[in-house]
């Protein structure tokens, strides 16, 4: 059994939540700038924008690496710059168009490096890599990445609704990218399976079957889920014994916090209505994703967490916010 105070507080005090929450003041800052007619509010994966050329929405995503990981790795922060803005499209229900970056670097080697990861990342996942920024004379090595994609029909983080079923789908073909807390199942897997896992979000939205949801980012699990209740403006509970997890994880709260802040090359968390659960569920356990109902969107504004019999709020989005400043924004 999960000792359930250990982890929420472990879970609030963790890097990925302190980073996420630094959005709120962000937010404040932002909050009279106009709307973009047609788009929607912030809080989503990505921008929305409508899409000149008639129906359906243009995505608009970017992210910056931290420096200490760019420094310590820069052919992977380049792979999984691009890697994760990919990502954010297809947690919307889209298609990536085309990639660029802004990067710095003090000297070409590491430059060198960056963009070797970003190109290896387009090729793999298909996606041309059209341009960007770059300075070879900074004092220390940054990097963002930003992805245009399209999509027909959304997925979003404002359409959770109390009785949805909460389905974690996530790559365990993978392994840790120490000393990060990166779960990578990309750089070893073939291209064309890259490609296809990716097709499913925008197939699902497409079909109907799914409307509501989020990729699992640097906040982990359940920081992604915060931020999504908090956009829906919902509560949710999350049976930790459900998670789906490597069979290599060991026993222990150690190992169930690890996986908890874990920021995985390809893993989603979505609210579906539950007469579609069975059947999105099953679209990824046919493509050898783990796929599993970990809990269901509720009535009010609290996450909890259950183990056990035992049940604990790890958060209350009204109380205290989490990434809210009169908007969302992620």
Known sequence: MADLALIIDEVRASRGFAHKR??????????????????????????????????????????????????????????????VNLSDIAAMGGRPVA????????????????????????????????????????????????????????????????????????????????????????????????????ELLPQLAEAGLVDAGKDISMAGLL????????????????????IPRPVSLPPGDAALLRWLATFPSYGYLLSVRPEHAAQVAARFIEADIACAAIGAVTTGSRLELRDAGERATLWDHTHEAFITAGACHA
Do not use: K
């Open 223 to 242: 920081g992604t889920l915060l931020m999504l209740i908090e956009c829906s403006r919902v509560g949710a509970v999350v049976d930790l014994d459900r």
């Open 99 to 198: 990639v660029v970056d802004a990067l710095w670097s003090d000297g070409e080697e590491m430059a060198g490096e960056m963009l070797a990861g970003m190109r290896a990342a387009a090729e793999r996942y298909g996606v041309p890599l059209v341009g960007g920024h770059t300075n070879l004379r900074a004092d220390s090595a940054q990097l963002a990445v930003s992805v245009l994609g399209r999509a027909a029909r959304l997925i979003q983080s404002f359409t959770a609704r109390p009785g949805d079923v909460l389905l974690m789908a996530i790559d365990l073909r993978g392994a840790w990218h120490d000393p990060y807390p990166f779960w990578d199942a990309s750089t070893s897997a073939p291209a064309d399976r890259l490609r296809r896992d990716m």
């Open 22 to 83: 630094d959005i709120g003041s962000v937010m404040a800052r932002l909050a009279d700038t106009p709307a973009v007619p047609g788009g929607t509010a912030n809080g989503d994966d990505c921008a929305v924008l409508p899409d000149p050329s008639g129906g359906g929405h243009l995505l608009f995503a970017i992210e910056g690496l931290v420096r200490d990981f760019v420094e310590a790795m820069p052919w992977f922060a380049g792979y999984s710059a691009v890697m």
